[in-house]
């Protein structure tokens, strides 16, 4: 069993659509998250950041973490087609080093 | 742009070579973390580096290696390469003991054939 799960999708939505993103993972020692983004041979650009549970909004994100299910969600509201790209979640059990566990990643593609 | 270089960006080898790939950390950053991205996957821890040491590895032979330097850039050497290393490897740039995100770099898409 992989450490974080994530449906590797590909997900088709339209402009302006709500987009849910979500993961699963297995170490209850993870303790904080994140969500990159990534566009095609890029590397991955860092979105959002959490510790423990909870929710996290900037802009047109939000993250939510919910350790009691292991489960953790990407919002992101009025889609846009820049919003096209793979989404990656990982967790870490601390914040003392970049020891990250990914998923396989979402493709998402916003159609106009 | 997240201040993490890596080069070269693309780069083809033969099975059995060796090859090495460089990444300059983001400033005021001390530590730096290798992944393997093989396509359709996410990345793959293989070490990281602090103070010019190891402190910690992922599931990777031992012809997967490194290095950091006192300015805190790092290499990764892989010998006698095989034709599954092809990927996209990345570097993370962050401050070991701070509460600091992880910022990559660009990544080096290594093709072995």
């Known amino acids: 069993q992989k450490e974080v799960e994530q449906d590797p999708g590909p997900l088709s939505v339209p402009e302006g659509a709500i987009v849910s993103l979500n993961c699963t993972y297995s170490?209850?020692?993870?303790?904080?998250f994140m969500w990159y983004r990534q566009y095609s041979r890029k590397g991955p650009e860092l979105l959002m950041y959490t510790y423990s549970s909870g929710n996290k909004e900037d802009g047109r994100f939000t993250a939510q973490v919910d350790k009691s299910s292991k489960y953790i969600s990407l919002f992101i509201r009025d889609s846009q087609p820049s919003d096209s790209a793979t989404y990656l979640c990982?967790?870490?059990?601390?914040?003392?080093?970049?020891?990250?566990?990914f998923g396989t990643g979402t493709s998402l593609t916003v159609i106009p | 742009e997240t201040g993490v270089t890596q080069s070269p960006t693309h780069l083809i080898k033969t099975r059995g070579q060796q090859v090495t790939l460089r990444c300059s950390s983001q400033?005021?950053?001390?530590?730096v973390s290798w992944y393997q991205q093989a396509l359709g996957q996410g990345p793959q821890f293989i070490f990281q580096y602090y103070r010019e040491e190891e402190n910690g590895r992922g599931n990777f032979p031992p012809r997967f290696s490194g290095l950091q330097f006192p300015n805190y850039s790092s290499e990764l050497n892989v010998n006698a390469l095989e034709l599954d290393d092809s990927a996209l490897y990345l570097c993370?740039?962050?401050?070991?003991?701070?509460?600091?995100?992880?910022?990559f770099g660009q990544g080096t898409r290594l093709t072995v054939v």
């Open positions: 400033s005021g950053h001390n530590t």
């Open positions: 993370a740039s962050s401050s070991l003991g701070e509460d600091t995100e992880a910022f």
């Open positions: 170490n209850s020692a993870f303790q904080y």
């Open positions: 990982a967790a870490t059990p601390s914040n003392t080093g970049n020891q990250f566990y």
